[in-house]
């Protein structure tokens, strides 16, 4: 059975740090690329970042640009999103999701399972 489960996220004051991470089983994870996405309260659900099949390919939105990294770990079935210098504005439920292939893919359509979400708030 697929499944992609999120973890880390939680409170954290503006200007501080956190890694969310999405633990992958019932596939073949180094295959796919793999992307984070967010939707905050009252609005609609965006990309945040993807990572190809083996890590060499990277996107982020220019909202996230220089202080979010998304990594994974092939070996761990694990992939991971380190944000940094987080804003209010970054308040949302973060979501991992896999890509309906290899490469790395920006558009929700491209994408065919998904975790249940994992919530960060940024907050003082």
């Known amino acids: 059975q697929l499944q992609l489960v999120e973890s880390g996220g939680g409170l954290v004051q503006p200007g501080g740090s956190l890694r969310v991470s999405c633990a992958a089983s019932?596939?073949?994870?180094?295959?796919?690329?793999m992307g984070w996405f967010r939707q905050a309260p009252g609005k609609e659900r965006e990309i945040v970042a993807a990572?190809?099949?083996?890590?060499?390919?990277?996107y982020y939105a220019d909202s996230v640009k220089g202080r979010f990294t998304n990594s994974r770990d092939n070996d761990k079935n694990t992939v991971y999103l380190h944000m940094h210098t987080l804003n209010p504005a970054d308040t949302a439920v973060y979501y991992c999701?896999?890509?309906?292939?290899?490469?790395?893919?920006?558009?929700?359509?491209?994408?065919?399972?998904w975790g249940p979400g994992t919530p960060v708030t940024v907050s003082s």
């Open positions: 999701a896999r890509a309906d292939s290899s490469s790395v893919r920006r558009t929700m359509e491209e994408y065919d399972y």
């Open positions: 019932g596939f073949t994870f180094s295959s796919y690329a």
């Open positions: 990572i190809s099949w083996r890590g060499g390919i990277t």
